[in-house]
């Protein structure tokens, strides 16, 4: 997953990919809500090749069984259809808990379900962990019930984005956010904050180990192309020939990391001592017709490599803004640098390469 290393592609893998043999004693049983999303799918793949065992936790909402389907059949793997709102019973070291649709058109489908996601599936993984604080021996699993059973809990993730339409740039984990309470995407926002409090309640109040990652804008292969975020509407229209679609003016800033950088920050999160939040993204920022250019630019290239013919370049078209859309996003990484050892290592030219020949060597199979 390495840039330079193009050994394992995510369209080749099965359960025959050279999974680690690991020892019991280091083996841990890992829980993932959301696991059949797009980043829950790639997380799944690492720590499957890491050689641990992997459970997967979700209702299809936005993920697909297709994401992680190549895992089916093996020992290390499970995969279980539910909905994160309802009690659920399992044994596990650790909980990434991801189990949350995360594009505008979706978590505004269902607002008030969004929020639930958060309350009563998020805080619940909390609530299980009254009794224990640490790394857990081998063998003395979590005990993970949504609602009811409060026992031991070891590690827990989360996944925040509390910082909504920002006044101070770049954003540190200090920067407290500023969010319209009840504009749209307030059931998103308000969501991803009060899971925050209520997570660091648990922590104060029962002692439950817990990590707290703030993403950024992530992209890569798997996300649902029709799932309205910017790169997949980019990469989508520009490969079909369409007008491509930039809200207002285009003067909004996004910072954009790739889908593995985000994979190896989480697990380096989730495995540190680090209980404070800590921003995981990449600092490269582009006004949103910036990054317009830069992608028809890419898939111009990527199609000129594979002899596709073009009659003319892509007209870039402006359309209205969403309400509260936020004006500027970068994440400060100071913390995740110092801390987890960790820093982005694809660039956005590279990743959107990578991306691009997978969206379109789906469109040649028929399926986007
Ligand atoms: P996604 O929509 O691809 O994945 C979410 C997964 O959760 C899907 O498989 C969906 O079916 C499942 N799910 C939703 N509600 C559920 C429920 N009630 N019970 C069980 N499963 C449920 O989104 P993603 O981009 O993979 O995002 C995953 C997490 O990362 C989310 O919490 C999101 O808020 C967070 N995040 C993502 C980004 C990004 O740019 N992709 C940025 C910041 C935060
Ligand atoms: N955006 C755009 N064209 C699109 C989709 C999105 O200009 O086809 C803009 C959107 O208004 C926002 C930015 O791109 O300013 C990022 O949108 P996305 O939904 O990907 O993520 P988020 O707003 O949650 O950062």
Known sequence: FHPDTKSISYTTLS???PVKLL???IRKRILVTGGAGFV??????RLMLLGHEVTVIDNFFTGSKTTVSHWIGHPNFEMVRHDVVEPFM?????IYHLACPASPPHYQFNACQDDQDVLHGHPQHARTGQAHQGPLPHQQHIRYDLRQIPTICSSLITMLEVYGDPEVHPQTEDYWGHVNPIGPRACYDEGKRVAETLTYGFQRQDGVDVRVARIFNTY???MNPADGRVVSNFIVQALKGEDMTVYGDGKQTRSFQYIHDLVDGMI?????DETRPVNIGNGDEFTIGEFAELVREIV???????GVKRTRSVKIIYEPIPTDDPQRRRPDT???????????RWTVRMGLEEMVRYYKAKMEEGSL
């Open 23 to 25: 020892p019991p004693s």
């Open 90 to 94: 399992i044994e596990c070291d650790q």
């Open 334 to 344: 100071s913390r995740a640098k110092e801390s987890l050892k960790w820093q982005p």
């Open 40 to 45: 829950g799918s790639h997380l799944v793949d």
């Open 268 to 272: 380096a999160l989730m495995n540190s």
């Open 300 to 306: 111009e290239k990527v199609q000129d490599e594979d």
């Open 15 to 17: 359960r025959f990919a």
């Open 220 to 222: 890569g292969p798997r």
